[in-house]
């Protein structure tokens, strides 16, 4: 079993914490950034890019605060990784962001992770109209 190293991005978003939950925690929100197609039955989410799927299991959700999913195919080869997305308000300035949390196999992997999260949020943040 590899051990994975742990990342977490912070992004500004201008919404509101409830519609940017919309677009977290529901398969038509993800599917306007996240991937081509995003289906759930239950607790499996199920994500389809350009004729690719992967399915996540859902660990957990706050209800307007975060998501959190393990990929099933990481799960099955006994990785505890997963990846969660959360909403942060600033008590003072009343700032949204968005936090992100994933792991990578290695520091190489880390970076294009990164940049993979920010092409994402970036699109995330047009769907929004924040861009």
Request: a negative charge; proline letters at 2%; glycine letters at 6%.
């Amino acid at each position: 079993m590899t051990t994975k190293t742990k990342y977490e991005l912070e992004f500004p978003i201008q919404a509101s914490p409830s519609l940017l939950y919309q677009y977290i925690s529901t398969p038509s929100g993800l599917s306007e950034w996240f991937a081509d197609n995003v289906n759930s039955r239950g607790e499996v989410f199920t994500f389809i890019w350009e004729g690719s799927e992967e399915q996540a299991k859902l660990v957990s959700k706050k209800s307007g605060e975060r998501i959190k999913l393990r990929w099933m195919e990481a799960e099955e080869e006994g990785d505890s990784s997963y990846f969660e997305m959360r909403i942060q308000v600033d008590e003072i300035t009343k700032d949204v962001s968005l936090m992100i949390t994933d792991f990578a196999d290695d520091d190489d992997d880390v970076n294009e992770g990164k940049m993979l999260w920010e092409n994402m949020i970036s699109d995330l943040k047009q769907v929004l109209g924040s861009a």
